[in-house]
């Protein structure tokens, strides 16, 4: 799969960073597909009109910006409130497209209209399910689910509704932590290739998502970060490796409460003569099935 240049389209790589942004800019640029600019969310800076004059840090190892400088790509740092420089600098770059990953902010509709090919973007569920800013955390919390994916979509004024574009899934058993970002990650970029090809030979065809199977989550609260001891101990387990380096998660067992600051191990098959055992930060406790140990500290 390989496009000469006179076929490569114009786009801009937008992102945030962590490994849904990151690994796909990365991949494509390895494959010869380099963005006019990459786009970065600088989150941490206060709103504009703060008389506040951003101050650019040397790119991290591994991060969104080294990537850039990795490959020669200009930088332009998106603060929030400056919407309209950003239109300014996205109009004189003029892209027929622009790609986005992991990116923390709805893009207004004065944006939207520049491409004429219109925005994409990466979302770590299968789309219609899972719309919102945390996915992966709704998919292994409550729902339990063994099985998510990597959607590229055409971003529309809803979020997470535009037509899909490519999709991929990819099994919750197989991976733990980071493991299971970076796998979609990889799966997405391969996704936007694919699209990228398909665009420049005109056989792109987009397919209109079914409302009637979408769902929506917005960001967890406190209690959603609560981990009831029902299900399976497996289940918890999987669900702690994948959100608790995103979100701090705790147990309140018998009016005590335990923030977990790591996973150790789980045994479907065990049982305790006990609801939990508390020995040092070691927590052991007995869900429906099996039994889940964690360290954790008593709040």
Not at 154 to 172: F, H, K, T
Request: aromatic residues 8%; proline residues 6%.
């Amino acid at each position: 799969m390989t496009l000469d240049k006179t076929q490569m389209i114009k786009f801009v790589y937008v992102g945030q960073g962590g490994s849904l942004s990151v690994i796909p800019l990365k991949s494509l640029c390895d494959k010869g597909f380099l963005p006019a600019a990459v786009v970065i969310a600088n989150i941490s800076q206060r709103p504009k009109g703060l008389n506040l004059l951003p101050v650019q840090q040397p790119p991290v190892e591994g991060s969104l910006a080294a990537v850039a400088a990795e490959f020669g790509l200009p930088i332009i740092h998106w603060q929030r409130g400056a919407e309209a420089e950003i239109e300014a600098k996205l109009g004189d770059i003029s892209p027929d497209l622009v790609i986005m990953s992991c990116f923390p902010w709805r893009i207004p509709k004065l944006l939207l209209d520049i491409p004429t090919q219109g925005w994409w973007n990466l979302h770590p569920s299968l789309l219609p399910a899972y719309r919102g800013p945390t996915p992966l955390f709704w998919q292994a919390s409550r729902a339990g689910e063994l099985e998510t994916g990597v959607s590229l979509h055409q971003v529309a004024a809803e979020l997470d509704s535009g037509a899909i574009l490519g999709q991929q899934r990819v099994s919750m058993l197989d991976f733990q932590g980071d493991e299971l970002e970076v796998e979609l990650a990889q799966q997405g970029g391969k996704l936007i290739e694919q699209a990228l090809f398909e665009l420049a030979q005109d056989t792109l065809q987009p397919r209109a998502q079914q409302e009637s199977d979408a769902s929506y989550q917005g960001f967890p609260n406190h209690q959603d970060r609560c981990i009831e001891i029902i299900g399976t101990a497996s289940a918890a387990y999987r669900f702690i490796c994948v959100v608790n380096s995103a979100y701090p998660l705790w147990f309140e067992i018998e009016a005590r409460q335990f923030r977990v600051m790591t996973v150790v191990s789980f045994d479907d098959e065990a049982r305790l003569d006990e609801v939990y055992r508390v020995e040092d930060n070691q927590l052991t406790i007995q869900f429906e099935q099996g039994v889940l140990i964690v360290l954790a500290e008593e709040q």
